[in-house]
């Protein structure tokens, strides 16, 4: 249900305040990440105070919102939200997924801050407008329905509203490429990426392209962690790394460590936490688990800091979650290397 996966924002600014709409993109552990437009926190920088209700929990009124990162070039924003009910997100259009036009598709948003409604569209034209991909759509979106998501009738999110055109009657949507880049940029490509079912077919169809998917070459600074409590699993991939005490080891004075690189660890049982693993490197290995060796995994090798440096790809099928834990246990060895 589209609608269980809106989320209403109102944001406060020296202006008074801003209604808009969102999408649940991703949730695990009592927190939800939330896809909205960008332009209702020009006015706040920001800054202001984010409201949230949540419509697949009534119980939730007003919850306190932790803005993320938004962009106004591209009128994209991604706010974090803690809940106690089991949301559903929706799933993102794949990479390379086509732009129709004449495609069928459905937009909901709350018309002036009220309850969300559903409304069956089609596309009417493709990148109409000079900058980020966008995507136009029949019918004039009223105040409030910004950042709402726009979807193809089997549910899959294609973009996020931005604007009307009143003159053409039309809908201005930043389309999915905008979409994977904020993503990419605010290092959660895996919500979008080799995560949700579907993805098979963007793989298999990329397998013979010597093209190397677009990452960032750095990953920002912030991430979920910033928020005080201190149960709750970020879905950044950038949190802070903690030992098994609790401790950044980053932070431990230099002659508290061993000189030697520590041993490899031992095997690691279901629901057990490797240390000094980022709560985003953890959720990859979670999802791995669930797989039951299943899962394909794609690794993409390059020096550091090195984003046009020649890269190798390999694809595992029926990646072990053995094999996963033992990449990550020589990701933690290069770390302490290099420190």
């Known amino acids: 249900n589209l609608i269980q996966a809106t989320a209403r924002l109102r944001v406060q600014d ?4 801003s209604w808009g709409t969102g999408t649940v993109i991703d949730c695990r552990q009592g927190e939800a990440l939330i896809l909205t437009c960008g332009h209702i926190f020009r006015d706040s920088v920001g800054e202001g105070t984010i409201e949230v209700d949540l419509f697949g929990d009534p119980s939730a009124d007003r919850l306190a919102g932790q803005m993320v990162s938004y962009d106004l070039d591209r009128d994209l924003a991604l706010v974090s939200v803690f809940t106690e009910a089991i949301l559903e997100p929706v799933k993102i259009g794949s990479v390379g997924r086509p732009r129709d036009v004449g495609e069928g598709v459905a937009t909901i948003g709350c018309d002036g801050g009220r ?12 990148d109409k407008y000079l900058g980020p991909a966008n995507v136009q759509v029949a019918g004039q979106p009223v105040q409030g329905r910004s950042g709402g998501g726009l979807f193809a009738l089997d549910g899959t999110l294609l973009g996020v509203c931005n604007a009307a055109d009143p003159e053409d009657n039309e809908g201005l949507f930043a389309a999915l ?9 605010a290092g959660l490509a895996f919500v979008y990426r080799h995560v949700y079912p579907g993805t098979e077919n963007e793989l298999a169809g990329n397998a013979d392209k010597t ?22 699993v970020p879905t950044a991939s950038s949190g802070p790394r903690l030992s098994a005490e609790g401790v ?9 460590r061993q000189s030697s690189n520590p041993p490899l660890p031992q095997a690691i049982e279901d629901g057990e936490q490797m240390h000094g693993l980022s709560a985003g490197e953890q959720a990859l290995l979670d999802h791995v688990r669930e797989h039951g060796g299943d899962a394909e995994v794609i690794c993409i ?8 440096a020649d890269s190798e790809v390999f694809m595992l099928q029926n ?21």
């Not at 020296?14 to 305040?17: F, L, Q, T, V």
């Not at 950044?248 to 508290?256: A, F, G, I, T, Y």
């Not at 979650?321 to 420190?339: D, I, K, M, T, Y």
């Open 248 to 256: 950044d080891p980053l932070r431990v004075n230099q002659n508290e």
């Open 319 to 339: 990646a072990s979650p053995r094999f996963v834990e033992r990449l990550s246990e020589v990701h933690e060895q290069g770390n302490v290397a290099s420190e």
């Open 14 to 17: 020296p202006n008074g305040a």
């Open 115 to 126: 309850e969300p409604t559903m409304h069956v569209s089609r596309v009417t034209s493709v």
């Open 211 to 232: 093209t190397v998917p677009h990452l960032p070459d750095a990953m920002p600074a912030f991430s979920f962690d910033r928020r005080d409590r201190a149960d709750a």
């Open 301 to 308: 090798v390059r020096p550091r800091g090195a984003s046009q």
């Open 177 to 185: 490429p905008s979409i994977h880049e904020h993503l990419d940029e």
